[in-house]
């Protein structure tokens, strides 16, 4: 991460809402840092678990691609369902691993893993900056928009490269703004005084936070609701 990056999101940057600008800024900041680690390593280190999942690296990245993805299609259609999913059909390839629409392509390697997930990622980012503001659509956790999907699928890019990162030993620290921002549009009532990545972790079940109980279970608020 650069210095214009953290600047950029730095603790307490104000702007209005959350982009299409700040889902891609994510998405990128994700590649960037499992990029280095896929060229410092070889693909027999991604069938290690992804941190606390018990999923592997490699199995996280496509599950957080297909989540990109997902949301994405549920803003696809002009009159988005209010009542459930896409139909698409999800599968597991193995017992106990993600349920998905996509997988990549083994043959691959870990340059067409990441691949996959740099195009699901371009394809909320299209759709966030398209979508109509007034649309609405269905997820499990509320009914939203497309700055919600955008918050929704920030989070998935963050805490998952978390995770990946974990199990592969390597860096990685989000801007804090950014972080910020998404408590705030999906965590109201995360506390709102300590460390922004910190507090994130927390309110996904992955850290701790002094004074305060570890979650073992969470969810966020994806309704609408006016940005303060």
């Not at 996509?102 to 966030?128: H, I, K, N, R, S």
């Not at 005084?193 to 969470?218: F, N, V, Y």
Request: charged fraction near 20%; aromatic fraction near 8%.
């Amino acid at each position: 991460m650069t210095t214009t990056e953290n600047a950029e999101y730095a603790e307490g940057a104000t702007a209005p809402g959350i982009t299409a600008d700040d889902l891609q800024h994510a998405v990128r900041l994700s590649l960037t840092t499992l990029r280095a680690a896929a060229a410092a390593g070889t693909t027999a280190g991604w069938d290690r678990p992804a941190g606390p999942l018990t999923w592997s690296c490699w199995e996280t990245v496509e599950h957080l691609a297909d989540d990109l993805f997902a949301y994405a299609a549920q803003l696809g259609p002009e009159t988005p369902p209010l009542d459930g999913e896409v139909p698409f059909r999800w599968e597991r390839r193995r017992e106990g691993g993600p349920a998905n629409v996509t997988f990549a392509d083994p043959a691959g390697g870990l340059p067409g893993l990441l691949q996959v997930l740099e195009a699901c990622g371009a394809m909320l980012t299209a759709m966030v900056r398209t979508t109509p503001a007034d649309r609405r659509s269905y997820h499990g956790f509320g009914i939203s928009d497309a700055e919600g999907f955008a918050a929704m699928g920030i989070v998935e890019t963050l805490v998952h490269t978390h995770d990946i990162a974990t199990g592969l030993d390597v860096a990685w620290t989000p801007p804090a703004g950014l972080c910020g921002r998404v408590l705030t549009r999906l965590f109201p009532d995360a506390p709102a005084d300590t460390d922004r990545w910190a507090t994130l972790l927390w309110a996904t079940g992955r850290g701790e936070l002094p004074g305060r109980e570890r979650l073992t279970s969470w969810r966020w608020y994806g309704e609408v609701r006016d940005t303060p």
